[in-house]
């Protein structure tokens, strides 16, 4: 692997990380945005810090994770690979996530609360599953 392509695959390894970290974070200040009252200072708090990490931190960080993948499959010539096939519907599914997430963040912002602090913990793990799977896929390459 020529130096320029280790450059691109340590981009896309840190974008991975910083756009997991808004993942993970950002459902758990919903599972305490949940329990606040409408209108609170801690809930117009929590309406910031959830927007500022979604806008400047997770949403650019996917898109740079998206387009370093997708820059290191075409220069490798992985797209035939199953292992790649397996590890992209895991991507779909973890851009599935973000999508849900930040249509949560628009719900608080506008004071619409139709979830539980239950439910956020529950899809707080969604992307822990996904994360895993798509680790394990892009390491072992298993087929």
């Given at each position: 692997m020529t130096s320029g392509l280790l450059w691109l695959k340590a981009l896309h390894i840190v974008?991975?990380?910083a756009w997991m970290a808004g993942m993970w974070y950002l459902p758990r200040l919903m599972v305490y945005h949940a329990d606040t009252s409408t209108g609170s200072p801690v809930s117009e708090t929590f309406k910031v810090m959830e927007r500022r990490l979604l806008k400047a931190i997770t949403t650019p960080a996917m898109l740079v994770t998206v387009a370093a993948?997708?820059?290191l499959a075409t220069a490798q010539a992985q797209?035939?690979?199953g292992w790649l096939h397996?590890?992209?519907a895991l991507?779909?599914?973890m851009l599935a996530t973000h999508?849900?997430?930040a249509r949560?963040?628009?719900e608080f912002a506008a004071d619409r609360r139709d979830r539980s602090a239950r439910y956020f913990r529950i899809l707080n793990e969604v992307p822990t599953v996904l994360f895993?799977?798509?680790v394990v896929l892009a390491v072992l390459k298993p087929f």
């Open positions: 974008a991975f990380a993948g997708a820059w797209w035939r690979d397996a590890k992209l991507v779909l599914a999508g849900l997430l949560h963040v628009r895993i799977g798509i």
